[in-house]
């Protein structure tokens, strides 16, 4: 089986621990890993909407090699899989366990917890590159100035401690970074855990939609791929894989749309929350619902719904890039 995937170092260590599960179930199974550098990888200065959001930036390229046959599979980090929009011929045949789905605050050397805490972020800038984050910090530190800053996880960690200025795309510069927020699951897989100051509840800072999930893309009529994949697949995971992308289909959001959601399963009932957020984080609409496990569609078409019911699409709207 050809997988393919990013060449980072944290894709590389995803797409390394489905091998070592496939190895356990299907042994006779020969599995290479084909690395890829795709555009959003190339490319560290453009913001990601100049390649048509993650989507674009980090998943097509790959999804394409499945289509053409020139690969059995495609390891994604589900968060950056574009839930807004159909790939006919591919399918989710696996979801890993789920990583710990939060998002956490990395500091610069010499930077204090209690100086961001008792400044109320102000005279502080924070990199990230998502809009989620940027609403969501923007609402716990008012004064913070957030910061563009890309790049692979061990990139980012090592710009932020040599004080690197980031290069934005209309060719100024920016920084350098006091801190910056990463998922706490990224920092783990590339070994950097130990340099996490704080994480963020779900209260405080709801995860992305798949935060924290290994997902493995197929072709849907290789089902010998699929059966494969089928015995290392997480029902749990790939139940709120489901619930969860549901309500990006249903508000049809964009890479640039600051949308949120995370699901808890209990025995046999699922809790979905998921907002919208405008990307200055003053405008905010949250929904919770529990319903049964086994019906996660259902519950993520409700979510949406009612999100939607609240006003949740005007929010979208006005922060969709101009075409």
């Not at 496939?22 to 390649?51: C, M, W, Y």
């Not at 998943?59 to 994604?76: P, S």
Request: hydrophobic share 40%; net charge negative; aromatic share 4%.
């Amino acid at each position: 089986m050809r997988i393919g995937t990013r060449k980072s170092t944290m894709a590389l260590a995803q797409t390394e621990e489905i091998a070592r599960r496939l190895a356990v179930v299907a042994p006779e199974l020969a599995v290479e890993i084909v690395k890829f550098e795709p555009v959003g990888d190339r490319d560290q200065t453009s913001n990601l909407l100049k390649h048509g959001g993650k989507g674009g930036a980090f998943v097509g390229e790959i999804r394409a090699a499945v289509l053409k046959g020139a690969l059995h599979a495609a390891m994604h980090s589900l968060k950056d899989m574009p839930g807004n929009e159909d790939t006919p011929g591919l399918v989710i045949g696996a979801t890993l366990v789920r990583d710990p789905p939060t998002d956490a605050l990395v500091l610069r050397e010499g930077v204090s917890l209690d100086d961001l805490k008792r400044t109320h972020g102000k005279g502080f800038k924070i990199g990230t590159n998502a809009v989620r984050r940027a609403a969501y910090i923007r609402r716990l530190f008012p004064e913070i100035e957030v910061i563009h800053f890309r790049g692979a996880a061990d990139t980012r960690v090592r710009k932020l401690d040599n004080g690197e200025m980031q290069r934005l795309p209309d060719g100024g510069e920016v920084g350098p970074a006091d801190a910056l927020i990463m998922a706490r699951s990224g920092l783990e897989r590339v070994g950097l855990a130990s340099r996490i100051a704080r994480d963020f509840t779900p209260q405080e800072m709801l995860p992305a939609v798949g935060q924290g999930i290994v997902a493995v893309e197929c072709a849907a009529h290789d089902w010998a791929s699929r059966r494969h994949l089928s015995l290392i697949d997480d029902p749990a995971a790939h139940l709120s894989c489901d619930a969860e992308r549901e309500v990006l289909w249903v508000l049809n959001g964009h890479c640039n749309s600051p949308i949120a959601g995370y699901s808890v399963i209990s025995g046999g009932e699922m809790s979905l929350t998921a907002s919208v957020l405008d990307e200055a984080g003053g405008q905010f609409i949250e929904v919770t619902r529990i319903g049964p496990a086994d019906r996660p569609r259902e519950l993520g078409r409700a979510v949406g719904l009612e999100l939607l019911d609240k006003g949740a699409g005007a929010l979208i709207e006005a922060n969709r890039p101009a075409e």
